[in-house]
Nanobody, 121 residues
Framework: QVQLVESGGGLVQPGGSLRLSCAASGTIWSIPAMGWYRQAPGKQRELVADITSGGIIKYADSVKGRFTISRDNAKNTVYLRMNTLKPEDTDVYCC???????????????WGQGTQVTVSS
């Protein structure tokens, strides 16, 4: 089993910044991909950004140029630096990880519990 523990959400004014962190722990052989999704009430979950173990990155168009995803493979941790935050960025942000428990097992997908980001004056 794998646990994802998120931190760093909160309340920030428009134009401000936050950094989210998500640390994976448990039975881990490799983590091919880690990322962040967000979901507002009544809306579909959407990808914010993800990053592979090799450093390939994908961003949602709405956050390009404002958000930066990075990961520390040694710590099994992914970060999301969010700059120039807007009220429409208000959402619950969930960490996602695709994890292989061993070289002989296919990958499984795990989700964090979510952290609230609120952008408001």
């Amino acid at each position: 089993q794998v646990q994802l523990v998120e931190s760093g959400g909160g309340l920030v004014q428009p134009g401000g910044s936050l950094r989210l962190s998500c640390a994976a722990s448990g039975t881990i052989w490799s983590i091919p991909a880690m990322g962040w999704y967000r979901q507002a009430p009544g809306k579909q979950r959407e990808l914010v950004a993800d990053i592979t173990s090799g450093g390939i990155i994908k961003y949602a168009d709405s956050v390009k140029g404002r958000f930066t995803i990075s990961r520390d493979n040694a710590k099994n941790t992914v970060y999301l630096r969010m700059n120039t935050l807007k009220p429409e960025d208000t959402d619950v942000y969930c960490c996602n990880a695709v994890v292989r428990a061993s070289a002989f097992r296919a990958s499984d997908e795990y989700w964090g519990q979510g952290t609230q980001v609120t952008v408001s004056s």
